[in-house]
C-alpha cells in the first residue's frame, strides 16, 4: 500500500471501520512509514480537540420565542387561508379572459394562478388579478343584463362574447358608422366583428399591461402596431364623477375633459352610446334602469388607457346617466 | 400550541423512543412535540452554530427547524429515525442560510478578507510552549472552531454531522444524501485539513 491510499483511509482505520484485510494493509504500511505514522497520530489529537469542542445550546426563553412564532404563523395562516377562500369565491366564478390571453386556454382563474400570479408580478399581479375578478363580476353583471350597451370604441370590460355576429344597432347618437367602424377596425382581429369582439380583446390588452408581449393572442401586438405605443397596464384612478372621462363615437380620443358634443362636465350629463352586440334584438319600450354598482374600467383603444365611470354611473338601455 | 409545563402525558412520553414521541406528535399532541424539542434542541442549536458560525442566526435556524417538524408532523413515517429527519431539516436550512451569506457577502478585496484558522501555525509558534503554559480554554476553542469554519461547505458539514454530533456515516450518508463512500471520503479529508491547520497543536506530543 503506497501513502495515498493509507492516507486516504487514516479515518477510517481510527474508527475501526476497514475490512480486516485493509486494516492490515495500512496496519503494515504505517510501521515502516514514519510519515503516515505521524499523520495517524495528528488525525487521532484532532479528533479528540473535536469532540472536546463545548457543545452550545439555545439561550433561555427559546421555548417561548418558539411558541410565539407558531402562534403568530398560525394567526397569519388562518387569515391568509380566509383570504384565499374569498379569491377562491371570485375567481371560480369567473375565467379570466387576459389571463387565457396571456398563459393559454389551460390557465383559469383559480386559486393556485392568483398566488402564482401573486409571486410572479407582485402587487402588479395582484392588482392584476383583483382586476380580472372585478371584470369577471362585471361581466357577470353585464351578462345577465342585456340592456347594458356600450359604444363600439367604449368597451366595458370583461363584457362577455358575443354568440354570433351582430351589426352595430342604430344608436341614438353614434355619429357616422364608419367612425365607430373604424375604431374597431383599429383592433387586429380583422372586420370588426362582434363574434370576435375587438373591444373584450382591447380590455384584454390594457389589462394585461406589461405582460402582453408573452400573450399568445395575435391582437395583443397588433393593436401595438396600430398604436405604435406601449400598451399601458390597466390602472384605476380615483376620480370624482364630475371629472369621469366619457367615450363615444364622437369622442373616440377619450382624453379627458373632452365631452360629448361639448358637454359640460357636470353630474347629470347623457351620453348616448351604442348596444352592444350582445343584444341583437332592438330595444322595445324603456328599458330598466341598471344601477352598476362597481367602477366600470373603460379602456380607450386610441388611447391605451382604462379610464373609469364613477360607481354611480346608471347604464339605462343605450344612455349613461352620470 | 402550548409548550413548557406540567402535563401528565409527559412523563410517559419521556420513556419513548423519539419515535414513539414523534408519532403522538403526529397525532396531535402537544407535549409530545415539548419533548421533541428539549431533547433536539440542544443538537440542532450546536450543529447548526458549528456550520453556520453565527449564534443568533442559529437560533433563528433552530426554531424553524421545529417549526417545520411540527408544521410537517403529519408527514413523518416512524419507518425512519426521526434524528435522521431533523438532521436532514436542519443541514438543508443550515445550507441554505451559507447559501444566502455567499450572494449577500460584501465584496471584500482579498487583503482585507481574514480567513479563519490561516494564521493558527503562525499563532501557535508565537506562544512559548513551556512547561506551565497552556493555552487558554477559549483560545483553544476558538482556534479549533476557527479550523472548521475554514474548511469548505461540504466538508464542514459532515464533519460535524460526524465529530461534533456523533452521527454514524450511514446516519450521515442519509442527512447529506450522498454515498457512504462519499462521506468517509469527506470526513477523512476534513480531518486531514483541521489536523494541517492545528498541526503546531497535534503535532506536539508526537515522539
Partial sequence: ???????????????????????????????????????????????????????????????????????????????????????????????????????????????????????????????????????????????????????????????????????????????????????????????????????????????????????????????????????????????????????????????????????????????????????????????????????????????ERVLQLPASAVVSGSTVTF | MKLGGRDPETEDLKALSDEEVMVRCAQGSEPAFQILVTRYRPRIINLITRFVGDFDRAEDIAQEVFIRVYRNRE?????????TWIFTIAANLAKNEIRRKVRHRRVISMDEEKEPGTNLAATLADRDPGPGHALERKELEALILGAIESLPDRYRLALVLRDLEGLAYEEVSLVLGIPGGTVRSRINRARLMVKDKLESLVRTDYL
Avoid at chain 1, 88 to 114: D, M
Avoid at chain 1, 253 to 261: C, I, P, Q
Avoid at chain 2, 75 to 83: D, I, M, V
Fill in chain 1, 1 to 303: 500500500m503506497k501513502c495515498d491510499k493509507a492516507r486516504a483511509n487514516l479515518s477510517a482505520y481510527v474508527e475501526q471501520e476497514l475490512s480486516e484485510k485493509d486494516r492490515r494493509e495500512v496496519s503494515t504500511h504505517l510501521g515502516r512509514c514514519e510519515s503516515c505514522s505521524r499523520d495517524l497520530f495528528a488525525m487521532q489529537k484532532a479528533i479528540n480537540l473535536l469532540r472536546w469542542v463545548p457543545r452550545v445550546d439555545a439561550r433561555p426563553g427559546f421555548d417561548d420565542r418558539l411558541r410565539l412564532r407558531l402562534r403568530t404563523e398560525d394567526a397569519q395562516r388562518t387569515r391568509w387561508a380566509s383570504l384565499m377562500d374569498r379569491v377562491r369565491e371570485l375567481a371560480g366564478r369567473v375565467e379570466t379572459p387576459s389571463l387565457r390571453a396571456i398563459f393559454g386556454e389551460t390557465l383559469v382563474a383559480t386559486p393556485a394562478s392568483a398566488l402564482f400570479l401573486a409571486l410572479l408580478f407582485g402587487t402588479g399581479g395582484g392588482a392584476l388579478l383583483m382586476h380580472q375578478v372585478m371584470h369577471g363580476e362585471l361581466a357577470e353583471r353585464v351578462a345577465a343584463t342585456p340592456e347594458i350597451m356600450s359604444a363600439p370604441n367604449v368597451v366595458i370590460a370583461a363584457a362577455p362574447a358575443p354568440a354570433e355576429p351582430a351589426p352595430i344597432a342604430s344608436p341614438v347618437d353614434l355619429g357616422p358608422a364608419r367612425v365607430a367602424t373604424h375604431d374597431v377596425a383599429a383592433l387586429p382581429s380583422g372586420p370588426a366583428s362582434p363574434a370576435n369582439p375587438p373591444a373584450a380583446d382591447a380590455v384584454r390588452v390594457a389589462a394585461s399591461g406589461g405582460s402582453r408581449n408573452a400573450s399568445p393572442a395575435p391582437q395583443a401586438a397588433a393593436v401595438d402596431q396600430a398604436t405604435n405605443r406601449p400598451a399601458s397596464p390597466a390602472r384605476r384612478v380615483s376620480r370624482p364623477a364630475t371629472e369621469a372621462p366619457i367615450l363615444t363615437a364622437s369622442n373616440p380620443s377619450g382624453a379627458n375633459g373632452k365631452r360629448v358634443g361639448g358637454a359640460p362636465r357636470t353630474a347629470g350629463s347623457r351620453v348616448d352610446v351604442a348596444p352592444w352586440a350582445t343584444n341583437q334584438q332592438p330595444i322595445e319600450g324603456p328599458p330598466a334602469v341598471s344601477q352598476v354598482e362597481y367602477i366600470l374600467d373603460l379602456v380607450d383603444v386610441n388611447q
Fill in chain 2, 75 to 83: 408527514r413523518y413515517r416512524k419507518s425512519g429515525k426521526f434524528s
